[in-house]
């Protein structure tokens, strides 16, 4: 009997947490808190507590289970809990590195450097991430004093940041778009593709322990029982700078339409979540808000970028098909889950000046390759023209634009560019993490008995 090697993976669901493959509901609110241990034996007791309350793949599935929590450590969080210096050396180089020491190398310069991160971000002391989310703010309550008992009474274990976040009913952040949107589909999830035009991406992109798109396993932490069924996440916290975003749209548009318009033709998607490759001329709020059809497309029939410009976010982000003429980008190899939320209070509609308050999103990706995918997007093709043939332009709405940046909006007769692009996204902080399975969690929760 033949074996359909595109068969479905088995995925160990009840194993896997919950946050890398299960949306979170909308809306929502949730809650980040940041732990340090200062002794290995409270931190195991803290594992040992928090295996008893995150949640597997399996219950977040669960449309009527009120609220869950997910729990992640950093290189520095596995050292305090005394994890074998073997398997702290089995871990991807980036993750042992830790973010802030990566930041020449993503971006992170200038005003977004880590000299001027908000503390604890990036200092060694953020060694657990709890998060709890919930669809209402009495399951979060709940969630969250679940979370915060988790370390009640043990004083080797303390509470060092902890921030709130939410997602709106409509699924918009701070610059007005609808996020979360363009999300890979993930084989043996149970969860239907969005873009019914992608094949699943092969399990071993998002946990591992399976086969990635390569055919082959990617690198696992040893022993296996701490790498199976993990994944590396990323947390940043991006501040927006919402009033300089809306009063440079102002500048370079003559009428509210032709400033919607500019600015879809940065992010790739109208506001409402209609993407320029199926609405370019007008948006279509009943297809941004239909999710069977808001994410099914390619680009492949608008090579030139007339209807969806090559430069923006969406597009850079994910070019989907518009490689595949030459073959020499794997797509697929650069996927990724994101979790993206908002902090902060919104700036109300039509205030162009700078209220003072600190809002934006809270960046969450999940993969399995934290530089071929969260490193290798942000500088190649976010921060970075050269693939798409313009060598000087980063991303309009998130690169790091300083004010002399150009982008491109392909149009006939002739293209418009946009100039002096400032930034409107500052990085206020952020960690690599990694997410345990659940027996991983126990096995760490037993490493000091
Ligand atoms: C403050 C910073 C950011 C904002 C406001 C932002 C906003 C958005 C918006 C509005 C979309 C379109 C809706 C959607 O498809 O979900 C989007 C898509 C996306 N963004 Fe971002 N983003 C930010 C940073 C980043 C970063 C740092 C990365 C990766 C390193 C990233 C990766 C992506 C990806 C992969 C997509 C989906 C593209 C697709 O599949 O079509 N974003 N983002």
């Known amino acids: 009997m033949s074996v359909d090697v595109t068969e479905t993976v088995a995925l160990e669901l009840d194993d896997i947490q919950s946050g890398a493959l299960h949306e979170r509901p909308t809306p929502y609110v949730g809650t ?12 195991a007791e803290l594992v040992r507590r928090l295996h008893g309350i995150v949640d597997s793949g399996r219950t977040s599935a669960d449309p009527a289970y009120g609220a869950w929590i997910t729990a992640a450590f950093t290189y520095r969080g596995f050292e305090a809990l005394g994890v074998p210096q073997k398997s702290l050396d089995s871990f991807a180089p980036e993750f042992r590195q830790g973010m ?3 930041a020449a190398e993503i971006g992170d310069v200038g005003e977004s450097s880590p000299a001027n991160w908000e503390q604890p971000l990036g200092t060694g002391d953020v060694h657990v991430a709890v998060a709890a989310l919930s669809s209402s703010q009495e399951g979060l309550e709940a969630a969250a004093e679940q979370a915060q008992q988790a370390r009640a009474e043990l004083s080797g274990v303390e509470l060092i940041w ?22 890979p589909a993930v084989e043996g999830s149970g969860l239907p593709p969005t ?8 399990a071993g992109e998002i946990v591992l322990g399976y086969p990635d798109e390569t055919g082959e396993l990617p690198p696992m932490p040893m022993p296996d029982l701490l790498g199976r069924n993990g994944t590396y996440v990323v947390f940043r916290k991006l501040h927006t700078k919402v009033a300089a975003y809306r009063q440079y749209l102002r500048a370079k548009a003559a009428s509210r339409e032709a400033e919607a318009f500019l600015g879809a033709k940065m992010v790739g998607r109208w506001q ?35 209807k969806c410009p090559v430069g923006s976010h969406a597009r850079r982000a994910n070019p989907r098909d518009a490689f595949d003429a030459d073959g020499s980008v794997d797509v697929r190899l650069h996927r ?27 960046f969450v990706f999940a993969g399995t390759h934290l530089k071929r995918q969260f490193e290798f997007v942000k500088t190649q093709w976010l921060n970075d023209g050269i693939f798409i043939g313009a060598p000087n332009e980063k991303d309009p709405m998130v690169g790091r634009n300083d004010g002399t940046g150009t982008f491109t909006i392909p149009q006939r007769p002739i293209r418009r560019r946009l100039q002096e692009l400032p930034p409107f996204v500052v990085t206020r902080g952020g960690e690599y993490f990694f997410a345990p399975g659940l027996r991983a969690l126990r096995w760490l929760a037993e490493l000091d008995t």
């Open 32 to 43: 980040y808190l940041l732990l340090r241990i200062d002794d290995r034996a409270a931190g």
């Open 100 to 102: 802030a020491a990566r």
């Open 162 to 183: 902890r921030q709130d976040c939410y997602q709106l009913p409509t699924g918009r952040t701070s610059f007005g778009f609808k996020d979360g949107i363009g999300q």
């Open 195 to 202: 873009n019914p035009q992608e094949r699943p991406l092969k």
């Open 272 to 306: 409402s979540g209609a993407p320029l490759a199926v609405a370019p001329e007008v948006d279509d709020p009943e297809l941004g808000a239909d999710p069977l059809r808001n994410n099914d497309f390619l680009y492949g029939d608008d090579p030139r970028g007339l």
């Open 336 to 362: 990724m889950i994101r979790r993206g939320t908002s902090y902060g209070p919104m700036l109300p509609e039509g205030v162009l000046e700078d209220d003072g308050a600190d809002r934006g999103i809270i």
